[in-house]
C-alpha cells in the first residue's frame, strides 16, 4: 500500500473496535490503550467518538459494542460467498456426528469464525449425553490461531516466508497447560499438519475440549479456511477424533471444494 493513502485515524478506530471480544467485552480507555498501543487519551477521543456514532454504548466509565455493529456481520454473511457455501455441510456434518462444527479464516494473530454448525438433542437424557461447542463460541468469534486447529491448519498452510513472519509477529501465549509455547516445538507440529493434512488440538485453547480440523480448498488448490469438529466435556480416555470422524470430515472438505 502507497504509504500517502494511509488514514491513520481510521486504522486507530478499527484498532479499537477490534479490541473487544469474548475475553473481554466492557473496556475503558486504560484497558483500551493497552489492548491498543495508544496512549490513554487518544483511546478515550475514539471511544467517545465511536460512542457518539453509535458503534459503542457506555455508562460513562466502561464501553461496550452496541447492535449497529452487527450491520457489517448481516451484510458480510449474507453477501460472502463462504459461510453461504458452507453452511448446508456444517448442518449435516453436525447431525452425522452430533459434535458442533465450524468454518474459520485466519485473521492475523487469531482465527475468526465465519460458520458453524452445531449439535443439539432432541430430549432431555440425549442432551445430557451430547458434546457440543464451547460455551461463548458463535460466529464472529476470534479465537487465538496457535492453540486451535483451525488455526493450526491455516498455519501449517502457510508458505515458508509467511510462517516466518507470522512467528515474529507474534507470541504463543500459554492458555493451558497443554498450549504450545515454543516456537521450534510448535513448527514441528506444523511440519506433522502438513505432512498429514489434517490438525489435532487437545486441551490447548480450553480444558476438556479437543478439535479436529482439516484445510478447506478452491478448485485452484488455494487453502482459504479450515473446517473443524468440536468436542467437549470428553475425558482423556476418550477416542481420537480423528480414529472416528476423519474420513467424513475429509469427505466433507472435498465436497464443498468447487462451491468455495
Not at 482459504?224 to 476418550?238: C, E, K, P, T, W
Not at 470422524?245 to 466433507?252: A, D, E, I, N, R
Request: proline share 3%; with cysteine.
Amino acid at each position: 500500500m502507497n504509504p500517502s493513502d494511509w488514514i491513520e485515524g481510521i486504522a486507530r478506530g478499527m484498532a479499537v473496535l477490534e479490541c473487544f471480544d469474548t475475553d473481554r467485552q466492557r473496556l475503558n480507555a486504560t484497558l483500551t490503550a493497552e489492548r491498543t498501543g495508544l496512549s490513554r487519551a487518544t483511546a478515550r477521543r475514539h471511544l467517545l467518538t465511536l460512542a457518539h456514532l453509535g458503534y459503542l454504548e457506555t455508562d460513562g466509565q466502561y464501553y461496550w459494542l452496541s447492535a449497529k455493529v452487527l450491520g457489517f456481520t448481516g451484510s458480510y454473511l449474507s453477501g460472502a460467498r463462504l459461510p453461504r457455501s458452507v453452511q448446508p455441510s456444517l448442518h449435516q456434518l453436525s447431525a452425522a456426528t452430533r459434535l458442533s462444527c465450524s468454518v474459520a479464516v485466519l485473521q492475523k494473530d487469531a482465527v475468526m469464525i465465519v460458520a458453524r454448525g452445531i449439535w443439539q438433542a432432541a430430549d432431555t437424557n440425549a442432551k445430557a449425553n451430547s458434546m457440543v461447542l464451547a460455551y461463548g463460541l458463535h460466529v464472529g468469534t476470534r479465537l487465538p490461531a496457535h492453540a486451535t486447529s483451525t488455526g493450526q491448519v491455516l498455519l501449517a498452510n502457510l508458505s515458508s516466508e509467511a510462517l516466518d513472519a507470522w512467528l515474529e509477529e507474534n507470541t504463543l501465549s500459554r492458555l493451558t497447560a497443554h498450549t504450545v509455547t515454543q516456537a521450534k516445538v510448535f513448527r514441528q507440529k506444523l511440519k506433522r499438519i502438513a505432512k498429514q493434512d489434517y490438525g489435532y488440538a487437545k486441551q490447548e485453547h480450553e480444558l476438556g475440549v479437543d478439535a479436529l480440523a482439516v484445510p478447506l480448498r478452491n478448485e485452484r488448490g488455494e487453502t482459504i479456511a479450515a473446517l473443524n469438529l468440536v468436542r467437549s466435556g470428553a475425558g482423556s480416555d476418550a477416542p481420537h477424533l480423528a480414529n472416528e470422524w476423519l474420513p467424513l470430515l475429509q469427505q466433507t472438505a472435498q465436497s464443498l471444494r468447487l462451491l468455495i
